[in-house]
C-alpha cells in the first residue's frame, strides 16, 4: 500500500502522530495519497469515492458517504515565486 501513501497522521491520541507503517488502514487518521497512482482506488477507497477522489475537479469539497466515512478534499495555494 506504501506506494501511493505521501504521509499520513494519526489523531486517535489527540496530538497528530507520523504514521510509520502504511500495511493497513487505521480509523482516525488522515492519509495524504498520490491520487493518480494506479493502485491507489484498488486497495484503499470505497467505491463511492473513487470518482470523486480521480476527477480533474478539484475544487474543495465535503461528501459523506456513510456515517463514519467521508472525503474532503482541500486545494492549496502556490505562493512560490512565478508559479503558474
Known amino acids: ?6 504521509s499520513s497522521w494519526d489523531f486517535s491520541k489527540g496530538k497528530a502522530y507520523t ?3 502504511y500495511d493497513k488502514l487505521k480509523a482516525e487518521c488522515w492519509y495524504h495519497c498520490q ?14 469515492m473513487i ?5 480533474n475537479d478539484t475544487r474543495p ?6 456515517e463514519d466515512c467521508f472525503l474532503i478534499i482541500l486545494r ?4 512560490n ?3 503558474d
Open 19 to 21: 504514521v510509520e507503517s
Open 35 to 48: 491520487r493518480d497512482h494506479s493502485e491507489l482506488a484498488q486497495q484503499m477507497i470505497p467505491t463511492a
Open 51 to 55: 470518482e470523486s477522489l480521480l476527477a
Open 76 to 79: 492549496g495555494i502556490n505562493l
Open 1 to 6: 500500500m506504501n506506494q501511493f501513501v505521501i
Open 81 to 83: 515565486h512565478n508559479a
Open 61 to 66: 469539497r465535503f461528501e459523506q458517504s456513510d
